[in-house]
């Protein structure tokens, strides 16, 4: 037992490896080009079983690090799912029988595709699930054989009846794991209904309704999904989602939104600051998502450390997609409008003007040495106020919790921000968040092994890695998580996030509906929460959103215009490939390195059932 995680039985991990085997085997069979409607609908018919099979999996823990009430806990019904899934393995991986009891052979098109249509979301939970499992589990599987290479070939269907055979013996042993397990058809049936429902392709949802003659709810489930999108337009996509799936980022099932988190995590502040005094800071929706370069957790540190250096002639840089207004003489910018919310000037007064502090900084002052114990005092005494942001994996977002932590950095101030896959926005409700988290974490590690001596850089300055690492140590190997942060006077904490998915924290205490651009200053107490509006600050308005906001004949006055400059030079090693719409931005806008000379880039199972199917097949 190690961290309060029970040691998973040799037995479990066995099991586990035949399951993620018969999903890999699934993908062995696609739709390429030539091919007729029919096959695409056979394969709509397997893909239906490998999403029953695949929330099957996922309500019986079998990838877990804690499979806690699960029948893999006891080792006869564990060996006796693994021959059911052994089966289901062999009847899509044995070559021979495939080529001559399942018409399908192999095939050497260039151009398939996957028929996913409903497994997708699943798909996507189970994806980094299997990434944890192997991680934790690789010694175990060291010696796990993975399929010979005659079993991974790509298969066509050439005869679609006899294809129709294996899904129809596929079905009846996902059936015998349901049975097993005591799942209700209920489940299942839920969650691909609901996927179904969240097709936005019209022709695909009419492949869904041809090959669910077999599943009336599926069935159904379709013509309502196909009436209503065809009421509407042929593609129900948004543009986000357009430009999402041409670039091939996949989305991921509500059930994994937020990386995968539990439904308590999704319902309520990040825990550790669930009784803590905090303060909200509220913006509108993701502005990159209407600009084609949306953000993409899979190359956040990259995307986050693509900068712009603004007004250089002035000196004065600022975060590219920085919310918060430019403006440098009014006092309605975050970091002011937050500085003066959490007290930041009468702290500082109180312990330096009037405190023992303040005579031992006089010392210095004035030339005087102070003594050893005088300046351990000092460093202890400092900062005193520590700040942590938290925020989305946002690029908008974690620009501007940058730029604030930077606004609010002193001698007697130290300022950190937190990207929480716990807290969502726009441009990232759908995906693994926390791929966000690790991919930002790598960057700055990657940046500090390159860094020399005097080299600083913002990013990895005020990202507060302590804290990451311990989340994700959470969210990779399912550990126990209990990060608490202490009521501490001398602490702040900030949620800064979309109006449209954080409001709801804020209306927890009565009063009206929270705004973009607001900022909430909120106390829980044992018996109702209290919130005050501490003030409002302003957005800034790019130039662009700026022409279309301006009625005809009015006058704007633009600000300083950059300066050519020349780009940073990249590590080679992790260059990001151009992407059209990065390129198209790119011959638009020069990038900016700030405060570094290396910005990088990264981019990537009763018994008597299935042994009678099994004589029945010759398996």
């Not at 712009?308 to 440098?328: A, I, K, N």
Request: aromatic share 8%.
């Amino acid at each position: 037992m190690s961290g309060g995680v029970l040691e998973i039985p040799a037995f479990v991990i066995g099991v586990a490896g035949v399951f993620t085997s018969c999903i890999d085997a699934f993908n062995y069979f696609k739709f390429y080009q030539g091919a007729t409607r029919d096959i695409e609908v056979v394969l709509l018919k397997l893909d239906i079983e490998k999403a029953r099979l695949l929330i099957w999996g996922e309500n019986v823990d079998i990838l877990s690090a804690n499979p806690r009430d699960s029948p893999l806990l006891n080792q006869g019904m564990a060996e006796l799912i693994k021959d059911i899934l052994s089966m289901i393995q062999g009847l899509l991986t044995d070559s021979e029988k495939l080529r001559t009891q399942y018409g399908v052979r192999a095939s050497d098109s260039s151009v398939p595709r996957m028929v996913d249509y409903i497994s997708k979301k699943s798909l996507a939970i189970f994806t980094p699930s299997r990434s944890r499992f192997l991680a934790r589990n690789s010694s175990a599987l060291a010696s796990f054989t993975r399929g010979s290479a005659a079993a991974r070939t790509k298969w066509a269907i050439h005869d679609r009846e006899k294809f129709q055979g294996l899904v129809i013996y596929l079905a009846h042993f996902v059936d015998s794991l349901f049975e097993l397990a005591k799942i209700d058809r209920e489940v299942p049936d839920r969650v691909i209904v609901e996927d179904i429902e969240s097709i936005v392709d019209v022709s695909h949802l009419a492949i869904v309704e041809e090959g669910t003659e077999n599943y009336p709810t599926y069935l159904e489930a379709a013509k309502s999904a196909r009436a209503s999108t065809e009421a509407g337009t042929l593609d129900r996509r948004t543009l986000e989602e357009e430009i999402r799936d041409a670039e091939g980022i996949p989305a991921v099932h509500p059930r994994a939104t937020a990386g995968a988190h539990n439904a308590s995590e999704l319902s309520s502040l990040p825990s550790e600051i669930q009784h803590r005094e905090k303060y909200f800071v509220l913006t509108s929706p993701c502005r990159r998502q209407t600009t084609g370069e949306l953000c993409d957790v899979r190359v956040l540190g990259s995307q986050v450390a693509d900068m712009e250096l603004s007004y250089p002639s002035y000196g004065f840089q600022r975060f590219r997609w920085d919310v918060s207004t430019r403006s440098g003489t009014g006092c309605n910018t975050i970091g002011c409008l937050v500085q003066d919310a959490i007290g930041v000037k009468k702290v500082v007064q109180d312990e330096v003007e009037d405190g023992i502090l303040g005579n031992l900084l006089r010392i210095g002052a004035d030339s005087q040495e102070a003594t050893p114990e005088q300046e351990a005092f000092i460093h202890a005494k400092l900062p005193l106020l520590q700040v942590y942001v938290y925020c989305a994996p946002c690029v908008c977002l974690l620009h501007t919790a940058i730029e604030l932590c930077r606004s609010l950095e002193s001698p007697f101030v130290k300022a950190q921000f937190r990207p929480d896959s716990r807290l969502a926005a726009s441009c990232c409700s759908t995906v693994d968040r926390s791929e966000g988290m690790r991919r930002l974490s790598e960057w700055v590690r990657d940046w500090e092994a390159e860094a020399t001596t005097h080299q600083s850089n913002i990013i990895a300055t005020h990202l507060d890695m302590a804290w990451l690492d311990q989340r994700l140590e959470h969210l990779d190997y399912e550990q126990p998580y209990n990060f608490q942060e202490s009521a501490d006077v001398g602490r702040r904490y900030l949620i800064l996030g979309e109006a449209d998915h954080t409001s709801h924290m804020v209306q927890k205490a009565p009063g009206r509906i929270p705004t973009a651009t607001d900022i909430w200053h909120f106390k829980p107490n044992f018996l109702v929460a209290t919130r005050t509006l501490a003030s409002r600050f302003s957005e800034y308005r790019p130039p662009r959103l700026a022409t279309q906001g301006t009625q005809s004949g009015s006058l704007s006055t633009p600000g300083p215009t950059p300066s050519p400059a020349t780009p940073f030079a990249q590590p080679a090693s992790r260059r990001r490939p151009a992407s059209p719409s990065s390129s198209a931005s790119a011959s638009r806008r020069p990038r900016y390195d700030v405060e570094s000379p290396s910005v990088g880039s990264e981019l990537e199972e009763g018994e008597s059932i299935a042994r009678s199917m099994a004589e029945d097949m010759e398996i």
